[in-house]
T-cell receptor, first 115, second 111 residues
Framework: EAQVTQNPRYLITVTGKKLTVTCSQN?????MSWYRQDPGLGLRQIYY???????DKGDVPEGYKVSRKEKRNFPLILESPSPNQTSLYFC??????????????FGPGTRLTVT | GQNIDQPTEMTATEGAIVQINCTYQ??????LFWYQQHAGEAPTFLSY????GLEEKGRFSSFLSRSKGYSYLLLKELQMKDSASYLC????????????FGTGTRLTVIP
């Protein structure tokens, strides 16, 4: 089944404790992206990647890191989480990034709480 | 900068038609997407418009006017399962597939 998977789905952690949220897709997609979703703010892009070893900042990259060592995986790293990073996180992927109708496929989400 | 506006909430009756509007002011434009998101779930793709006009797909249609910075999503023959949030997203023209989302419209379908 074609899908985007994220782990963990739920995480409660404490301020400053490094964590990684994994994202994997099995559709051979070139483009991958991370979003956070907060009430009243909608989905905001954190980082994106157009291909292996190519990553760039989105709208809200502060406090996050990413890597794209393999095409299928795009982990999100929080080196020192803070309470303002409590949010619902979505990973997404799409076939490409040109002007075609490359809809993004979203993972199931990771609900992160930082205390 | 990017500014995308949608109504926060709407209510409609089962079997009826509802139109969800989206207006945008963005520094660039390379297509507009509509996504559906049920509570606690991932957004799923509904439609894509890059040229002016109406795109129809079953019970759902989407319209775009680039000169007015305006789009709408039309849902016909509403069903209870259509209760969800509907997200309008504009793709910029940087060459990457980056989307800027509105805050979404929560639609409640009542019997």
């Amino acid at each position: 089944e074609a899908q985007v998977t994220q782990n963990p789905r739920y995480l409660i952690t404490v301020t400053g404790k490094k964590l990684t949220v994994t994202c994997s897709q099995n559709m051979n997609h070139e483009y991958m992206s991370w979003y956070r979703q907060d009430p009243g703010l909608g989905l905001r892009q954190i980082y994106y990647s157009m291909n292996v070893e190519v990553t760039d900042k989105g709208d809200v990259p502060e406090g996050y890191k990413v890597s794209r060592k393999e095409k299928r995986n795009f982990p999100l790293i929080l080196e020192s989480p803070s309470p303002n990073q409590t949010s619902l996180y979505f990973c997404a992927s799409s076939l490409g990034w040109t002007s075609s109708s490359y809809e993004q496929y979203f993972g199931p989400g990771t609900r992160l709480t930082v205390t | 900068g990017q500014n995308i506006d949608q109504p926060t909430e709407m209510t409609a009756t089962e079997g009826a038609i509802v139109q969800i509007n989206c207006t945008y002011q963005t520094s660039g434009f390379n297509g507009l997407f509509w996504y559906q998101q049920h509570a606690g779930e991932a957004p799923t793709f509904l439609s894509y418009n890059v040229l002016d006009g109406l795109e129809e797909k079953g019970r759902f249609s989407s319209f775009l006017s680039r000169s007015k910075g305006y789009s709408y999503l039309l849902l016909k023959e509403l069903q209870m399962k259509d209760s969800a949030s509907y997200l309008c997203a504009v793709r910029d023209e940087t060459g990457a597939n980056n989307l800027f989302f509105g805050t979404g419209t929560r639609l409640t379908v009542i019997p």
